[in-house]
């Protein structure tokens, strides 16, 4: 399995822009999540979904962040308009729902953002 | 509430030492509590957890301790290596299937 993968792993955009982070969770896996992580906040859960359906999406900062996931094996969180304070690792994460509660998180390798 | 403090913020051992992590929560309800890894550039990356029912856990030269009664766990990692060196979070479920994580520890190995 090639496990979690995210696209693209470097994205450099100036204050304004429309900005579109990609996920491909390991197949099988029926939790999807998306972090962002700054050195000011640490590892921040930004919003998850189950089964395609979101969850708990109250650690979006604000209306100019959005997430989708039309299908199981693909996620998007969007960004518009991007402003520098957004600039910062986003990673995103998938786990299985185990019969014992929650199941280990595997994380993808994050999007660098840089917003100038 | 659902912060997870961790303790220290950083922490610097001679190769060979013990390093000892401790996280504290506030929710009693948490019943999973993950131990991740990150090395610089890279993705944080699971080492070992522990689900309420247990006590302690150990996984070679790593170990971790729960005490639900305290609402403390503790990461021990012994024999330290110069790989050792990254940045440990603690993590706790907050309820929901998700995790809230600790403020991360640096820890350094020095030769």
């Known amino acids: 399995d090639a496990g979690v993968i995210q696209s693209p792993r470097h994205e450099v955009t100036e204050m304004g822009q429309e900005v579109t982070l990609r996920c491909k969770p390991i197949?099988?896996?029926?939790?999807l999540f998306w972090y962002r992580q700054t050195m000011m906040r640490g590892l921040e859960l930004l919003i998850y979904?189950?089964?395609?359906?979101?969850?708990?999406d109250s650690g979006m900062p604000e209306d100019r962040f959005s997430a989708k996931m039309p299908n199981a094996s693909f996620s998007t969180l969007k960004i518009q308009p991007s402003e520098p304070r957004d600039s910062a690792v986003y990673f995103c994460?998938?786990?299985?729902?185990?019969?014992?509660?929650?199941?280990?998180?595997?994380f993808g390798p994050g999007t660098r953002l840089l917003v100038l | 509430g659902e912060n997870v403090e961790q303790h220290p913020s950083t922490l610097s051992v001679q190769e060979g030492d013990s390093a000892v992590i401790k996280c504290t929560y506030s929710d009693s309800a948490s019943n999973y509590f993950p131990w991740y890894k990150q090395e610089l550039g890279k993705r944080p990356q699971l080492i070992i957890d522990?689900?309420?029912?247990?006590g302690e856990k150990k996984d070679q030269r790593i170990a971790v301790t729960l005490n639900k009664t305290a609402k403390h766990f503790s990461l021990h990692i012994t024999e330290t290596q110069p790989e050792d060196s990254a940045v440990y979070f603690c993590?706790?479920?907050?309820?929901?299937?998700?995790?809230?994580f600790g403020t991360g520890t640096q820890l350094k190995v020095e030769l």
């Open positions: 994460a998938s786990s299985l729902a185990g019969s014992g509660g929650l199941e280990t998180q595997y």
């Open positions: 993590a706790r479920e907050g309820g929901g299937n998700k995790l809230t």
């Open positions: 522990i689900r309420s029912n247990v």
């Open positions: 197949s099988g896996h029926d939790y």
């Open positions: 979904f189950n089964n395609n359906v979101p969850i708990d």
